[in-house]
Nanobody, 111 residues
Framework: QVQFVESGGGSVQPGGTLRLSCETS????????IAWFRQAPGREREWVAQ???????YYKDAMKGRFTISRDVANNRFFLHIASVQPEDTAVYYC?????WGQGTQVTVSS
């Protein structure tokens, strides 16, 4: 059974940075695709980034440049780093392992 603990969300001013974390098992990180999604109020959940077990990374075109997905297998977690955050980045962010959802963490970007 895959378990998730998400953290790193909160309030930040435009231009700041955030590092979201999703803690899971070492086995899951080595065996499965991992991904991040986000969902703003009243909008559909959208894919942000993905990493395959090989380490290959993929990003939605609009996210490329400011968003980085990474993993730390030894410490049983993976991350989403968001640089130069903007108000439109405000959303609930969800980690995903092998198509299994974690609980979201709220990111709020405001002046």
């Amino acid at each position: 059974q895959v378990q998730f603990v998400e953290s790193g969300g909160g309030s930040v001013q435009p231009g700041g940075t955030l590092r979201l974390s999703c803690e899971t098992s070492q086995f899951a990180l080595r065996a499965y695709a991992i991904a991040w999604f986000r969902q703003a109020p009243g909008r559909e959940r959208e894919w942000v980034a993905q990493m395959l077990p090989s380490g290959a990374t993929y990003y939605k075109d609009a996210m490329k440049g400011r968003f980085t997905i990474s993993r730390d297998v030894a410490n049983n977690r993976f991350f989403l780093h968001i640089a130069s955050v903007q108000p439109e980045d405000t959303a609930v962010y969800y980690c995903n392992v092998n198509s299994t959802w974690g609980q979201g963490t709220q990111v709020t970007v405001s002046s």
